[in-house]
């Protein structure tokens, strides 16, 4: 009898240990699976929150002055390089973006600072958690910034395991903060690799062109008129090259606002001054590069038959230039110009057949261009032209370019191109 009771006694212990060890495992494995879906949560909802304030600053940024960039139309683009085929509502883009693969991330607030758009709500001041954005924008002085405040459903959602452990289990909901700003470019990303397009655009023909329309441009003579008073895309107000609107720094750079169409520089030199905003760069006429091979760097039949075709359709830095009062060309901006055909004088090396090409996608169609008088079928005496779009450009999303720099000079005239940086 005894030995049967020993028996017995093992038996339970055995099931016994059996039971507490199944229910750590199970606990154990309640929480890794609790712990992982609150890790999943986590990085996707801070994931939606920094791929919108990448989108929405860029947006911004592009935006007309005095226009609420919240709430405003994504243009989607055509067919064709000019041609819009719809406008797409704020809220879905950023719902889109929030959710790419379906989910129900909120996008709880959005709210910042423009210089272009007095009406951006205000932020309030970061609070320190370990759920709000860590770097007051503000108060450092930044004049174009977003922030985007993200959360899971704002229901709530409950730990599978959870209910094992309460009858009542609370509802879980997670948040997330980023930040990104935006300025205007003081520089351009240098390429000496010869793969730069070594043209300058002159300061009347980038503002007489509209954003996103096709442009023509003609090599030295111009195609422009002068333009001593413009204004830039936010309105502000030039006279002489110097910003006449309130806050504009006397310092900016004075100059002619007189110089047409497009010249060349030396993309090869690191030195060069046509880097950088308010630098003289040492631009020559386009007669000069078609004599002297070292004039830009490389050959002019290298510029026409490889850089310019293998530009057509990209979009790309250019500096807008215009002229002191020595007569020496002064770096004023910088724009987006998207390359889409081109006719260039011929020479002995470069024949009519190689001076002249228009884009052509993927799909085989070829980008429409009705050229001007100005610029007729290449010849040995003919003007050199090249069509395409200037259009404001947003670089370096998330600051990856460190040699780019933000200009806090006011009297930078803004043609568009911007530097964005995200920032926790």
Not at 105 to 123: L, Q
Not at 385 to 409: E, K, L
Request: aromatic share 8%; with cysteine.
């Amino acid at each position: 009898m005894t030995a049967k009771l020993d028996s017995e006694h093992g038996a339970v212990a055995a099931i016994f240990a059996i039971l507490l060890g199944a229910g750590a495992l199970m606990l154990v494995l309640g929480l890794v699976i609790d712990g992982g879906l609150v890790y999943a949560q986590k990085k996707n909802v801070q994931a939606a929150a920094d791929d919108l304030s990448s989108s929405i600053a860029q947006h911004c940024a592009k935006t007309a002055a005095g226009t609420d960039c919240f709430n405003n139309s994504y243009a989607v683009q055509g067919t064709t390089y000019v041609a819009t085929a719809s406008n797409i509502a704020s809220a879905d883009v950023t719902a889109t973006i929030a959710n790419p693969k379906g989910g129900g991330i909120v996008v709880s607030n959005v709210c910042g600072m423009s210089a272009a758009w007095s009406g951006m709500p205000g932020c309030a001041s970061p609070t320190g958690g370990s759920r709000d954005c860590q770097t007051d924008l503000g108060s450092l002085g930044y004049q174009n910034w977003v922030r985007v405040y993200t959360s899971t459903d704002p229901t709530g959602y409950q730990p599978i395991f959870a209910n094992f452990m309460d009858a009542s289990p609370g509802r879980y909901i997670e948040y997330s903060c980023s930040q990104s700003y935006w300025g205007q470019g003081a520089t351009m990303p240098k390429d000496t690799s010869s793969a730069q397009l070594p043209f300058a655009i002159g300061v009347c023909d980038a503002l007489a062109a509209g954003s996103g329309s096709l442009v023509q441009i003609i090599g030295d003579t111009g195609s422009a008129t002068a333009c001593t008073t413009f204004n830039d895309r936010q309105g502000r107000k030039y006279s002489g090259g110097v910003g006449t609107y309130p806050g504009a720094l006397p310092a900016a750079p004075k100059t002619d606002g007189t110089v047409n169409g497009f010249v060349a520089w030396n993309t090869t030199s690191s030195g060069s001054g046509c880097w950088t905003i308010g630098s003289t760069c040492t631009a020559v006429p386009l007669a000069t590069i078609r004599t002297t091979s070292t004039a830009v760097g490389i050959p002019y039949f290298s510029v026409v038959q490889t850089v310019m075709k293998n530009t057509l359709g990209k979009t790309v830095l250019l500096p807008v230039v215009d002229k002191n009062g020595s007569g020496s060309y002064v770096v004023k901006s910088y724009v987006g110009f998207t390359l889409l055909g081109y006719r260039m004088t011929t020479t002995s090396t470069v024949t009519a057949a190689n001076a002249q090409k228009t884009y052509t996608d993927k799909f085989g169609s070829a980008v429409t261009v009705t050229w001007g008088a100005g610029c007729p079928t290449p010849t040995s005496t003919s003007a050199s032209c090249i069509a395409g779009i200037i259009s404001p450009r947003v670089y370096a999303p998330y600051g990856q370019f460190a040699g780019t720099a933000i200009t806090t000079n006011s009297g930078v005239p803004d043609f568009g191109y911007y530097i964005q940086r995200h920032v926790p």
